[in-house]
Protein backbone atom coordinates (compact mmCIF):
# COMPACT_ATOMS: atom_id res chain seq x y z
CA UNK A 1 0.00 0.00 0.00
CA UNK A 2 1.32 3.77 -0.89
CA UNK A 3 1.52 5.80 2.14
CA UNK A 4 -0.86 8.51 2.64
CA UNK A 5 1.12 10.82 4.38
CA UNK A 6 3.93 11.01 1.76
CA UNK A 7 4.48 14.88 3.19
CA UNK A 8 4.84 14.43 6.73
CA UNK A 9 6.14 10.45 7.16
CA UNK A 10 9.58 9.34 7.78
CA UNK A 11 11.40 8.15 4.58
CA UNK A 12 14.26 6.44 4.32
CA UNK A 13 17.28 4.77 2.53
CA UNK A 14 19.10 2.86 4.60
CA UNK A 15 19.32 3.03 7.97
CA UNK A 16 22.44 2.19 10.62
CA UNK A 17 20.93 0.22 12.84
CA UNK A 18 23.48 -0.18 15.78
CA UNK A 19 26.05 -0.54 13.63
CA UNK A 20 23.88 -2.69 10.70
CA UNK A 21 22.88 -1.46 7.55
CA UNK A 22 19.56 -1.56 7.20
CA UNK A 23 17.00 -0.79 4.72
CA UNK A 24 14.02 -3.25 6.15
CA UNK A 25 11.56 -5.66 4.10
CA UNK A 26 8.38 -3.66 2.77
CA UNK A 27 4.98 -5.46 3.41
CA UNK A 28 1.89 -4.69 2.60
CA UNK A 29 1.22 -2.29 4.86
CA UNK A 30 4.79 -0.92 5.82
CA UNK A 31 8.21 -1.97 6.81
CA UNK A 32 9.67 -4.73 8.96
CA UNK A 33 12.94 -4.76 10.13
CA UNK A 34 13.71 -8.25 11.49
CA UNK A 35 15.58 -9.03 14.28
CA UNK A 36 16.59 -12.80 12.99
CA UNK A 37 18.48 -10.45 10.13
CA UNK A 38 19.76 -8.05 12.81
CA UNK A 39 21.40 -10.32 14.86
CA UNK A 40 23.25 -12.66 11.85
CA UNK A 41 24.71 -9.18 10.44
CA UNK A 42 25.75 -9.13 14.05
CA UNK A 43 27.79 -11.70 13.94
CA UNK A 44 29.38 -11.42 10.37
CA UNK A 45 27.19 -14.22 9.08
CA UNK A 46 25.52 -12.00 6.41
CA UNK A 47 25.63 -8.51 4.70
CA UNK A 48 22.23 -8.50 4.07
CA UNK A 49 19.86 -8.70 6.96
CA UNK A 50 16.81 -8.11 5.52
CA UNK A 51 17.63 -11.13 2.78
CA UNK A 52 18.38 -13.03 5.96
CA UNK A 53 15.61 -12.31 7.97
CA UNK A 54 12.97 -12.80 4.80
CA UNK A 55 13.93 -16.54 4.60
CA UNK A 56 13.85 -16.68 8.81
CA UNK A 57 10.00 -15.84 8.13
CA UNK A 58 9.56 -17.99 5.18
CA UNK A 59 10.20 -20.95 7.38
CA UNK A 60 7.72 -20.06 10.06
CA UNK A 61 4.96 -19.25 7.69
CA UNK A 62 5.28 -21.99 4.94
CA UNK A 63 2.16 -21.77 3.19
CA UNK A 64 2.34 -18.15 2.93
CA UNK A 65 3.85 -17.53 -0.37
CA UNK A 66 1.20 -19.91 -2.01
CA UNK A 67 -1.71 -18.16 -0.07
CA UNK A 68 -0.79 -15.07 -1.26
CA UNK A 69 -0.70 -16.16 -4.82
CA UNK A 70 -3.98 -17.22 -4.55
CA UNK A 71 -5.34 -13.78 -3.17
CA UNK A 72 -3.29 -12.14 -6.08
CA UNK A 73 -4.91 -14.38 -8.70
CA UNK A 74 -8.57 -13.59 -7.27
CA UNK A 75 -7.83 -9.84 -7.50
CA UNK A 76 -6.33 -9.92 -10.90
CA UNK A 77 -9.31 -12.14 -11.78
CA UNK A 78 -11.71 -10.24 -10.21
CA UNK A 79 -13.40 -12.91 -9.00
CA UNK A 80 -14.14 -13.86 -5.56
CA UNK A 81 -14.06 -17.68 -4.28
CA UNK A 82 -16.42 -19.07 -2.64
CA UNK A 83 -15.34 -18.75 0.64
CA UNK A 84 -12.79 -15.94 2.12
CA UNK A 85 -9.04 -16.81 2.19
CA UNK A 86 -8.56 -14.62 4.98
CA UNK A 87 -10.74 -14.02 7.89
CA UNK A 88 -10.59 -11.18 10.69
CA UNK A 89 -13.16 -11.11 13.44
CA UNK A 90 -13.52 -8.65 16.57
CA UNK A 91 -13.68 -10.45 19.67
CA UNK A 92 -14.05 -7.46 21.70
CA UNK A 93 -16.28 -4.39 20.60
CA UNK A 94 -15.91 -0.82 21.05
CA UNK A 95 -13.94 -1.44 24.37
CA UNK A 96 -10.60 -0.80 24.75
CA UNK A 97 -8.04 0.81 27.09
CA UNK A 98 -6.53 3.54 24.83
CA UNK A 99 -8.07 6.09 22.72
CA UNK A 100 -5.88 6.50 19.78
CA UNK A 101 -6.98 9.66 17.60
CA UNK A 102 -6.38 7.82 14.27
CA UNK A 103 -8.57 4.81 15.22
CA UNK A 104 -11.58 4.45 14.19
CA UNK A 105 -13.07 3.07 17.62
CA UNK A 106 -14.25 6.60 18.27
CA UNK A 107 -16.83 6.74 15.99
CA UNK A 108 -17.98 2.74 16.40
CA UNK A 109 -21.68 1.81 16.10
CA UNK A 110 -23.09 -1.70 16.96
CA UNK A 111 -26.82 -2.77 17.10
CA UNK A 112 -28.28 -5.58 18.87
CA UNK A 113 -31.38 -6.88 16.59
CA UNK A 114 -33.99 -4.43 18.28
CA UNK A 115 -31.44 -1.48 17.18
CA UNK A 116 -29.57 -0.45 20.32
CA UNK A 117 -25.78 0.41 20.02
CA UNK A 118 -23.99 -2.17 21.82
CA UNK A 119 -20.48 -2.82 23.26
CA UNK A 120 -18.70 -5.52 24.14
CA UNK A 121 -17.65 -9.34 23.85
CA UNK A 122 -18.65 -11.75 20.63
CA UNK A 123 -20.58 -14.40 22.22
CA UNK A 124 -18.34 -17.64 22.62
CA UNK A 125 -21.53 -19.42 20.62
CA UNK A 126 -21.12 -17.45 17.44
CA UNK A 127 -17.36 -17.87 17.49
CA UNK A 128 -17.98 -21.74 17.39
CA UNK A 129 -20.28 -21.44 14.80
CA UNK A 130 -18.00 -19.66 12.47
CA UNK A 131 -14.86 -21.60 13.45
CA UNK A 132 -16.77 -25.05 12.42
CA UNK A 133 -18.43 -23.01 8.99
CA UNK A 134 -14.31 -22.37 8.95
CA UNK A 135 -13.43 -26.00 9.03
CA UNK A 136 -15.25 -26.72 5.93
CA UNK A 137 -13.01 -24.48 3.66
CA UNK A 138 -9.76 -23.73 3.40
CA UNK A 139 -9.04 -20.82 5.12
CA UNK A 140 -5.66 -19.39 5.19
CA UNK A 141 -5.52 -16.84 8.34
CA UNK A 142 -7.00 -15.21 10.92
CA UNK A 143 -6.89 -12.04 12.21
CA UNK A 144 -8.55 -11.70 15.97
CA UNK A 145 -8.73 -8.19 16.68
CA UNK A 146 -10.89 -5.39 15.28
CA UNK A 147 -12.27 -2.18 17.13
CA UNK A 148 -11.69 -3.58 20.45
CA UNK A 149 -8.76 -4.76 22.66
CA UNK A 150 -8.91 -8.69 21.79
CA UNK A 151 -6.89 -9.02 25.10
CA UNK A 152 -10.39 -8.18 27.37
CA UNK A 153 -11.97 -11.18 25.74
CA UNK A 154 -14.56 -12.88 28.52
CA UNK A 155 -17.10 -15.49 26.65
CA UNK A 156 -18.96 -18.43 28.62
CA UNK A 157 -20.14 -21.90 27.48
CA UNK A 158 -21.69 -24.68 29.16
CA UNK A 159 -18.56 -25.37 31.57
CA UNK A 160 -17.19 -21.96 32.56
CA UNK A 161 -15.19 -18.65 31.04
CA UNK A 162 -12.88 -18.18 28.16
CA UNK A 163 -10.83 -15.87 27.44
CA UNK A 164 -8.71 -15.06 23.70
CA UNK A 165 -6.30 -17.73 24.59
CA UNK A 166 -9.05 -20.10 24.16
CA UNK A 167 -10.03 -18.18 20.93
CA UNK A 168 -6.55 -18.80 18.99
CA UNK A 169 -6.52 -22.98 20.38
CA UNK A 170 -9.74 -23.54 18.93
CA UNK A 171 -9.25 -21.33 15.58
CA UNK A 172 -5.84 -23.12 15.20
CA UNK A 173 -7.26 -27.12 16.24
CA UNK A 174 -10.89 -26.63 15.27
CA UNK A 175 -11.22 -24.20 12.04
CA UNK A 176 -7.34 -25.26 10.96
CA UNK A 177 -6.04 -21.59 10.45
CA UNK A 178 -2.18 -21.91 9.64
CA UNK A 179 -1.89 -18.44 10.85
CA UNK A 180 -3.87 -16.58 13.39
CA UNK A 181 -2.36 -13.30 14.89
CA UNK A 182 -4.12 -10.63 17.03
CA UNK A 183 -2.61 -6.95 17.90
CA UNK A 184 -2.83 -5.34 21.77
CA UNK A 185 -1.46 -1.92 22.88
CA UNK A 186 -0.52 -4.48 25.73
CA UNK A 187 -1.29 -2.23 29.06
CA UNK A 188 -3.12 -5.26 29.98
CA UNK A 189 -2.09 -7.82 33.26
CA UNK A 190 -3.23 -11.31 31.12
CA UNK A 191 -0.22 -10.91 28.02
CA UNK A 192 1.11 -14.29 29.43
CA UNK A 193 -1.94 -15.88 28.51
CA UNK A 194 -0.23 -15.29 24.91
CA UNK A 195 2.56 -18.13 25.79
CA UNK A 196 -0.09 -20.72 26.87
CA UNK A 197 -2.28 -20.97 23.66
CA UNK A 198 -1.06 -21.76 19.67
CA UNK A 199 -1.03 -18.31 18.63
CA UNK A 200 1.68 -17.17 15.73
CA UNK A 201 1.79 -13.73 15.77
CA UNK A 202 1.45 -10.92 17.74
CA UNK A 203 1.40 -6.97 17.22
CA UNK A 204 2.31 -5.02 20.08
CA UNK A 205 1.44 -1.31 19.25
CA UNK A 206 3.87 1.21 20.91
CA UNK A 207 3.96 4.06 18.62
CA UNK A 208 6.10 5.81 20.12
CA UNK A 209 10.06 6.40 21.92
CA UNK A 210 8.94 8.69 24.84
CA UNK A 211 6.11 9.13 27.36
CA UNK A 212 5.17 12.54 25.53
CA UNK A 213 4.94 11.25 22.01
CA UNK A 214 2.96 7.90 23.35
CA UNK A 215 0.08 10.04 25.42
CA UNK A 216 -0.36 11.91 22.16
CA UNK A 217 -0.72 8.13 19.81
CA UNK A 218 -1.89 6.26 22.65
CA UNK A 219 -4.36 8.45 24.96
CA UNK A 220 -5.34 6.56 27.91
CA UNK A 221 -9.39 5.95 28.44
CA UNK A 222 -9.04 6.15 32.30
CA UNK A 223 -8.37 9.62 33.27
CA UNK A 224 -4.93 10.79 34.94
CA UNK A 225 -3.70 7.79 34.16
CA UNK A 226 -0.31 8.79 34.94
CA UNK A 227 2.92 6.88 34.16
CA UNK A 228 0.75 4.77 31.39
CA UNK A 229 4.03 4.70 28.85
CA UNK A 230 6.05 3.11 31.68
CA UNK A 231 3.84 0.88 32.69
CA UNK A 232 3.27 -0.44 29.54
CA UNK A 233 7.09 -0.54 28.89
CA UNK A 234 7.09 -2.47 31.57
CA UNK A 235 4.50 -5.42 31.07
CA UNK A 236 6.16 -5.89 27.64
CA UNK A 237 9.59 -6.14 28.77
CA UNK A 238 8.02 -9.47 31.42
CA UNK A 239 6.14 -11.24 28.56
CA UNK A 240 9.38 -11.04 26.17
CA UNK A 241 11.89 -11.86 29.39
CA UNK A 242 9.14 -14.63 29.46
CA UNK A 243 9.11 -15.66 26.06
CA UNK A 244 12.84 -16.03 26.33
CA UNK A 245 13.13 -17.81 29.73
CA UNK A 246 10.26 -20.57 27.76
CA UNK A 247 12.77 -21.21 24.77
CA UNK A 248 9.48 -20.70 22.50
CA UNK A 249 9.13 -19.51 18.92
CA UNK A 250 5.98 -18.26 19.22
CA UNK A 251 4.34 -16.17 18.95
CA UNK A 252 6.27 -14.03 17.14
CA UNK A 253 6.50 -11.02 18.62
CA UNK A 254 6.07 -7.38 16.33
CA UNK A 255 7.10 -4.12 17.96
CA UNK A 256 4.52 -1.82 16.12
CA UNK A 257 5.19 2.16 15.39
CA UNK A 258 3.35 4.41 13.24
CA UNK A 259 4.70 5.98 10.43
CA UNK A 260 3.15 9.55 11.47
CA UNK A 261 4.36 13.34 11.52
CA UNK A 262 4.90 12.96 15.78
CA UNK A 263 7.04 9.75 15.43
CA UNK A 264 8.82 10.62 12.16
CA UNK A 265 12.22 12.23 13.80
CA UNK A 266 11.96 9.07 16.24
CA UNK A 267 11.63 5.92 13.68
CA UNK A 268 15.53 5.24 13.95
CA UNK A 269 15.55 5.00 17.40
CA UNK A 270 12.25 3.08 17.75
CA UNK A 271 13.92 0.31 15.60
CA UNK A 272 17.35 0.86 17.36
CA UNK A 273 15.74 0.12 20.82
CA UNK A 274 13.56 -2.68 20.15
CA UNK A 275 15.66 -5.16 17.89
CA UNK A 276 17.92 -5.04 20.39
CA UNK A 277 15.76 -6.30 22.70
CA UNK A 278 15.38 -10.33 23.10
CA UNK A 279 12.02 -12.10 22.83
CA UNK A 280 11.43 -9.65 20.19
CA UNK A 281 11.41 -11.28 16.40
CA UNK A 282 10.81 -7.77 14.37
CA UNK A 283 10.06 -4.33 14.16
CA UNK A 284 7.13 -2.70 12.18
CA UNK A 285 7.03 0.51 10.93
CA UNK A 286 3.00 0.52 9.79
CA UNK A 287 1.73 3.32 7.45
CA UNK A 288 -0.80 5.13 8.81
CA UNK A 289 -4.20 4.60 7.71
CA UNK A 290 -5.78 8.05 6.60
CA UNK A 291 -9.25 6.80 8.02
CA UNK A 292 -10.84 9.73 6.10
CA UNK A 293 -14.29 7.68 5.64
CA UNK A 294 -14.67 8.16 10.00
CA UNK A 295 -12.25 10.09 11.56
CA UNK A 296 -11.68 13.36 8.50
CA UNK A 297 -8.45 15.30 9.20
CA UNK A 298 -5.91 12.38 10.46
CA UNK A 299 -4.10 13.49 7.30
CA UNK A 300 -3.84 16.89 5.33
CA UNK A 301 -5.75 17.84 2.67
CA UNK A 302 -2.91 17.95 0.66
CA UNK A 303 -1.44 14.37 1.52
CA UNK A 304 -5.08 13.03 1.14
CA UNK A 305 -5.26 14.44 -2.42
CA UNK A 306 -1.82 12.45 -3.57
CA UNK A 307 -3.22 9.32 -1.99
CA UNK A 308 -6.65 9.52 -3.37
CA UNK A 309 -5.12 9.90 -6.99
CA UNK A 310 -3.07 6.78 -6.64
CA UNK A 311 -6.42 4.96 -5.71
CA UNK A 312 -8.29 6.73 -8.24
CA UNK A 313 -11.27 4.19 -8.74
CA UNK A 314 -9.75 0.72 -8.41
CA UNK A 315 -11.73 -1.81 -6.96
CA UNK A 316 -11.01 -2.63 -3.01
CA UNK A 317 -9.06 -6.23 -2.73
CA UNK A 318 -11.08 -7.16 0.21
CA UNK A 319 -14.20 -7.69 -1.07
CA UNK A 320 -12.59 -10.17 -3.30
CA UNK A 321 -10.63 -12.45 -0.53
CA UNK A 322 -10.84 -11.25 3.02
CA UNK A 323 -13.94 -12.10 5.19
CA UNK A 324 -14.97 -9.78 8.22
CA UNK A 325 -17.37 -10.37 11.37
CA UNK A 326 -18.50 -7.86 14.42
CA UNK A 327 -18.55 -9.21 17.93
CA UNK A 328 -22.31 -8.65 17.90
CA UNK A 329 -22.13 -12.02 15.15
CA UNK A 330 -22.86 -8.85 11.88
CA UNK A 331 -21.03 -10.12 8.90
CA UNK A 332 -19.30 -7.06 7.13
CA UNK A 333 -17.29 -6.28 3.85
CA UNK A 334 -14.75 -5.06 5.20
CA UNK A 335 -13.02 -4.62 8.60
CA UNK A 336 -12.97 -1.11 9.03
CA UNK A 337 -16.44 -0.90 8.79
CA UNK A 338 -16.57 1.48 11.76
CA UNK A 339 -20.52 2.61 11.80
CA UNK A 340 -21.28 -0.88 10.12
CA UNK A 341 -22.73 0.60 6.91
CA UNK A 342 -21.32 -2.11 4.94
CA UNK A 343 -23.79 -4.81 6.08
CA UNK A 344 -27.14 -6.05 5.82
CA UNK A 345 -30.15 -7.00 7.25
CA UNK A 346 -29.80 -10.89 6.43
CA UNK A 347 -26.04 -11.32 7.61
CA UNK A 348 -25.30 -12.23 10.56
CA UNK A 349 -24.19 -15.43 12.20
CA UNK A 350 -27.67 -15.96 13.81
CA UNK A 351 -29.78 -16.49 10.80
CA UNK A 352 -27.06 -17.21 7.74
CA UNK A 353 -23.75 -18.86 7.08
CA UNK A 354 -20.93 -16.52 6.27
CA UNK A 355 -20.66 -18.78 2.96
CA UNK A 356 -24.24 -17.73 1.68
CA UNK A 357 -23.74 -14.27 2.98
CA UNK A 358 -20.20 -13.58 0.86
CA UNK A 359 -22.13 -15.10 -2.44
CA UNK A 360 -24.89 -13.38 -2.08
CA UNK A 361 -27.11 -10.42 -3.75
CA UNK A 362 -25.31 -7.77 -1.34
CA UNK A 363 -22.11 -8.73 -1.77
CA UNK A 364 -22.20 -9.05 -4.91
CA UNK A 365 -23.65 -5.92 -5.81
CA UNK A 366 -20.84 -4.18 -3.54
CA UNK A 367 -18.58 -6.00 -5.96
CA UNK A 368 -20.34 -4.77 -9.28
CA UNK A 369 -20.21 -1.10 -7.91
CA UNK A 370 -16.66 -1.34 -7.34
CA UNK A 371 -15.70 -3.13 -10.94
CA UNK A 372 -18.08 0.05 -12.51
CA UNK A 373 -15.87 2.76 -10.46
CA UNK A 374 -19.34 3.21 -8.25
CA UNK A 375 -17.99 3.77 -4.66
CA UNK A 376 -20.99 3.92 -2.03
CA UNK A 377 -20.16 5.34 1.87
CA UNK A 378 -18.06 4.19 3.08
CA UNK A 379 -15.72 3.28 0.42
CA UNK A 380 -16.18 6.25 -1.80
CA UNK A 381 -13.66 8.41 0.67
CA UNK A 382 -11.63 5.29 1.61
CA UNK A 383 -7.59 5.57 0.85
CA UNK A 384 -6.73 2.22 1.57
CA UNK A 385 -8.54 0.43 -1.71
CA UNK A 386 -5.02 -0.27 -3.17
CA UNK A 387 -3.57 -3.74 -3.41
CA UNK A 388 -1.34 -4.72 -0.77
CA UNK A 389 -0.33 -7.90 -1.56
Known amino acids: ?????????????????????FR???????????????????????????????????????????????????????SAPAFPRYMIIEPVGGVCGRKCPFCSINVIDRRDASGKPVKGNMKWAHFMKLMEECSRHNVYGLS????????????????????????????????????????????????????????????????GIDATVYAENRPSTKANDVGAFERTLERVHRFLEMKVQLGSRTPHVILQCINKSNTANSIADFVRYWIDVDGVD?????????????????VSEEEDAIKAAQVGSMACQHIFGIGA?????????CCHDARSELTSSYGNIETSSFESWWNGPFMNELRREHLSGEFRVPCRDCRERDVWT
Request: aromatic share 12%; glycine share 8%; hydrophobic share 45%.
Open 1 to 21: MQLVNPVTSFKWDILDINGVP
Open 24 to 78: GLQEKQGWSFSRAGYLAAKAGKTTDPDAWGQRARAELRPASKYAMSLARMDYELK
Open 144 to 207: AYMLGEPMYYIGRHEFGTVDIADMVNVAKMVAGFQVVNLSTFADVPNLSRLLECMLDDIIISID
Open 282 to 298: SVFIKNLDSMRSWIPGV
Open 325 to 333: VFFNGVFSA
